[in-house]
C-alpha cells in the first residue's frame, strides 16, 4: 500500500512538473507572433531567452539563501511559484508592451521557475528515503516535455492564436501548482537544511573530485540551452539550403521531446556501464554532433538531417541526470544544499554566454550554417574534466542518491 501511494506521488510530482516547466519555453515558440505583434528587432529570441535564464539564476540564489523550501511547505512554495509564472506569462499578452515590459515579464517567469523545478526535486526527495534516483531521469523528462510543449501547441495547421498558446501555457501551470497543493503533502523525511554559508562556496571547489565533476556540468549547461533555443532557427536553415517547407513548430516540439527518451535510456545505460561513462558518452556525441552539423544542415537530404538533429537532441540531454549525480556524490553532505545551488547558478550564468553568442552568429548570414560549432567547446571543456576523475564511492550510492534535491 506504502509502495503504491508513493507511486501516485510520484506521479503527480511529473505531471506538474511537466505542467508547470510549459512556461520555460513558452515565449520562444511565440517569438515571431511577438516580433510582429510589438515591432521588435530580430535579436528578441536570444534576449528574451536570455532574461529567462536571469530569472532562473536570481530565483535559484534567492531560494537557496532564504532556504524558502525547508523553513516552509515545498508543496505551498510550488504552487504560488506556479500561479505567480502562470500570471507573469500572461503579462506577454498586455497591449502596452515594450521591449523592456516583455524581457521584465520573461525575467519573473524564469523567477518563478526557480520555484518550480528546483523545489520539485526536494518535494521528491522529502518523499523518498532510497530510490529517487531512479525516478530523477522521469523528473527530467518531464522538464524535457514540458519545454518542448508549447512548440506542439502551435504546430496544429487550425489557425491558432499565439494568444491561446499563452492562455493554454499558463493554465497548465495554474494546475500543476493546484496537483501539489492539493494531492502531495509535506514528505516524511523533510529535514530543516543549514543556514547559507559563503565560504562553503570556495571549500566545495577544493574537492578535485566535485571540481572534475562541476565542470563537466557547466560543460554540458554551455550546450542544452543555446541548443533548444534556436532548434526552429536550424530548422529554417536546413529549410533555406534545401529549399523545402517544413512544419517548424510541430518539428522543434518533436527534436526537444525526443530528449525525453533519452534521458531514461541513460539511466538504464549508467546501470550498465557507470554513470561517469555514460555521460563522457553522451558529451562526446553531442559535441560531435556540433562538430558535424554545418555538413548536415547544408549537404543532406531532410529525412537524414532531421535523423541527425533528434539523435543530437538526446544526447545533449541524456547526461542532466548523471551530473546531478555526480556533483551530489562528490560533495560533503552538509555541504549539498550550497554546493548544487551555486553549480546550478553558475550553469545557468553560462548558457546565457552561449545563447547570446549564438544568436549573433546566426543573425550573421554568411556565419549562421556554421554558428552551432562553437556549442562543441562545452562537450569538449566538459569531456577534459570528466577524464580526471570523479569517483563515486558505492557504498552510499543509494542513500546519496534518495538526497539529490536538485538537478538540471
Known amino acids: 500500500m506504502k509502495a503504491q501511494k508513493q507511486s501516485w506521488i510520484l506521479a503527480i510530482i511529473i505531471g506538474a512538473q511537466f505542467c508547470c516547466t510549459s512556461l520555460w519555453f513558452a515565449g520562444n515558440a511565440v517569438t515571431d507572433n511577438l516580433l510582429q505583434h510589438f515591432n521588435l528587432n530580430t535579436e528578441a529570441l536570444g534576449n528574451m531567452s536570455s532574461a529567462v535564464q536571469f530569472g532562473f539564476i536570481a530565483g535559484s540564489f534567492v531560494f537557496a539563501v532564504l532556504t524558502l523550501s525547508d523553513r516552509y511547505s515545498p508543496s505551498r512554495i510550488f504552487f504560488i511559484s506556479a500561479v505567480f509564472g502562470a500570471l507573469c506569462n500572461l503579462g506577454l499578452l498586455l497591449a502596452s508592451n515594450t521591449m523592456f515590459s516583455l524581457l521584465a515579464f520573461r525575467f519573473f517567469t524564469g523567477f518563478s521557475l526557480a520555484g518550480i523545478y528546483p523545489v520539485g526535486m526536494k518535494i521528491a526527495a522529502d518523499h523518498f528515503e532510497k530510490g529517487l534516483g531512479k525516478s530523477l531521469s522521469f523528473l527530467i523528462s518531464a522538464l524535457v516535455l514540458g519545454t518542448a510543449f508549447p512548440y506542439f501547441i502551435q504546430s496544429f495547421n487550425v489557425n491558432i492564436s499565439w494568444e491561446t498558446v499563452i492562455w493554454a501555457t499558463s493554465a497548465l501551470a495554474t494546475f500543476g501548482g493546484l496537483l501539489i497543493l492539493f494531492f502531495v503533502p509535506n514528505g516524511p523525511y523533510q529535514k530543516l537544511a543549514n543556514q547559507f554559508e559563503v565560504s562553503k562556496i570556495f571549500k566545495v571547489f577544493k574537492n578535485s573530485s566535485f571540481r572534475s565533476a562541476a565542470f563537466g556540468y557547466f560543460g554540458h549547461m554551455w550546450e542544452l540551452y543555446a541548443f533548444w533555443t534556436f532548434v526552429p532557427a536550424l530548422l529554417v536553415l536546413h529549410q533555406k539550403f534545401q529549399k523545402v517547407e517544413l512544419n517548424i513548430p510541430l518539428y522543434a516540439f518533436l527534436i526537444i521531446a525526443s530528449g525525453s527518451l533519452s534521458c531514461i535510456l541513460g539511466g538504464f545505460i549508467s546501470n550498465r556501464i557507470g554513470v561517469k561513462k555514460t555521460a563522457v558518452l553522451a558529451l562526446s556525441l553531442s559535441g560531435l554532433c556540433c ?118
Open 291 to 408: 562538430l558535424l552539423s554545418p555538413l548536415f544542415i547544408i549537404f543532406t537530404p531532410t529525412a537524414v538531417f532531421l535523423s541527425f538533429v533528434m539523435l543530437w537532441s538526446m544526447a545533449v540531454i541524456a547526461d542532466s541526470p548523471l551530473f546531478s549525480t555526480l556533483v551530489a556524490k562528490n560533495c560533503d553532505a552538509q555541504s549539498l544544499g550550497t554546493a548544487l545551488t551555486i553549480v546550478n547558478c553558475l550553469g545557468y550564468s553560462i548558457t546565457i554566454i552561449s545563447i547570446q553568442l549564438l544568436n549573433l552568429l546566426i543573425l550573421n548570414v554568411e556565419w549562421a550554417p556554421y554558428a552551432f560549432v562553437i556549442l562543441a567547446l562545452g562537450p569538449i571543456i566538459g569531456r577534459f574534466h570528466l577524464r580526471q576523475k570523479p569517483f563515486i564511492p558505492h557504498q552510499n550510492q543509494n542513500k546519496s542518491l534518495g538526497k539529490v534535491p536538485n538537478a538540471k
